[in-house]
């Protein structure tokens, strides 16, 4: 049944509630962070929006995401912290589910693991279901790893070699290997041979290429890293969270480079957030998901315009 928009709003408005809800029961601290900063997240393949005032005197960038305050939070002495956030990404415009602005969630928790902040995830999930009067199997999510998709689908490793061997067998570009970086290899593979096999269910996919680990630890040679999949639908994006301020500053200086390799605006080191890690966190996971996105696939809708009146404003 299709939802007139004072539908949609009232719903919208039942969502967000439930998942405050959950949080609030499970002793998590909201925090309500700064949506323009002066220095935004370093990541090399996300763009924030520039912002500035009319004189040109104050600038800033709107947040691609709220990581960085929230593990301030934790460096405080918080535990358990959560915010629903607007999140603003340039160049996200282009299907029926990205959009330059977005709600995002974002939560972490000190002592858990991996598996752990999939097991809450997946309890969050169920709890919006239940709450909501929707209907869900079941059936666990699946868990699967990397190395487990890529040889069970594409029959290869995760090796530079081996994935450029197999973009070769199968023409998958045109492109020289020597102006590609990793991930570009990695996720023509990816979106080649991987997600047209995922199926109308949810799905965590866990330990990735060291090449890709961002902002979560490396052990034994895996990021330990996870994103929750619905079909070929990106919905969350998870890190059991690296703490080390010397290596993440490397990490950051790493990123800065292909930056500007890639010819995009370079930024400077985030020492805040470099300091909030000096200070001290607790080991601890943390999981940003697109409550926009969740909510569609919760609904059984195929856009984002009819999760929200307001889609197509920007």
Known sequence: ???????????????LH???????????????????????GMEPYLDPFLVGSPSGIERGYLITSPEYSLKQALSLGAEKVYEIAHTFR?????????????????????????????DLL???IRWLVSKLGLTLPEKPFQRKSVKELLSNLADVNWDRDSLERKITELSLTNLPFDSMEYEDCFFLIFLNLLEPNFTAE?????????EMAA???????????????????????????????????????KEQALRKKLGKEVFPV???????????IPECSGISIGLDRLLMVLLGRNSLSEVSPYWREI
């Open 18 to 40: 439930a998942t405050r809800t959950f949080f609030h029961e499970k002793g998590f601290l909201e925090v309500d962070t700064p949506s323009l900063k002066t220095i935004p």
């Open 202 to 210: 949810f799905q965590f996919i866990y330990d990735y290429p060291p």
């Open 1 to 15: 049944m299709k939802l007139n928009n004072l539908e949609i709003l009232s719903f919208r408005s039942g969502f």
């Open 90 to 118: 340039s160049g996200e415009k282009g299907s029926s589910y990205h959009t330059a602005e977005f709600l995002m969630l974002e939560f972490y928790q000190t002592g858990t693991d991996l598996h752990q902040a999939m």
């Open 270 to 280: 985030h020492e805040e957030f470099l300091q909030a890690l000096e200070r001290g």
């Open 215 to 253: 902002l979560s630890r490396i052990e034994d040679g895996v990021a330990k890293r996870f994103e929750l999949y619905f079909g070929n639908i990106e919905l969350a994006n998870a890190f059991y969270e690296l703490l080390d301020p010397i290596e993440q500053r490397v990490r950051f200086e």
């Open 122 to 124: 997946e309890e969050l």
